[in-house]
């Protein structure tokens, strides 16, 4: 099994950058596709980007496509989510989830505890 945990959320002015990591322990994140969900309280958790592992294929939302990048380091046990041009819209807690893959959360067994993204206007 392997365990999830998410770093490099902050508060952020529109227009601006953030960084987000999801560092994997227990088992390798090589061996799982990995994905970045988002939420707001009281909405329900909204898909982001995915990972896929052996062909490192990339999909994204269409809300953040082309301003979002997720990618992973060459040892693969980080996977990271570049976000440039930060909108308001953006702020919710970010989630790192390995398993299946695709668009939908319950394609994840593994979730991270979440990281806080808030930009400000």
């Known amino acids: 099994q392997v365990q999830l945990v998410e770093s490099g959320g902050g508060l952020v002015e529109a227009g601006g950058s953030l960084r987000l990591s999801c560092t994997a322990s227990?088992?390798?994140?090589?061996?799982?596709?990995v994905a970045w969900f988002r939420q707001v309280p009281g909405k329900e958790r909204e898909f982001v980007a995915v990972?896929?592992?052996?062909?490192?294929?990339?999909y994204y939302a269409e809300s953040v496509k082309g301003r979002f990048t997720i990618s992973r380091d060459s040892a693969r046990t980080t996977v990271y989510l570049q976000m440039n041009n930060l909108k308001p819209e953006d702020t919710a807690i970010y989630s790192c989830?390995?398993?299946?893959?695709?668009?939908?959360?319950?394609?994840?067994?593994?979730w991270g505890q979440g990281t806080q993204v808030t930009v400000s206007s």
């Open positions: 227990g088992r390798a994140l090589s061996e799982y596709n």
């Open positions: 989830a390995a398993d299946s893959g695709g668009e939908s959360p319950r394609n994840y067994r593994y």
């Open positions: 990972l896929y592992r052996h062909i490192a294929d990339t």
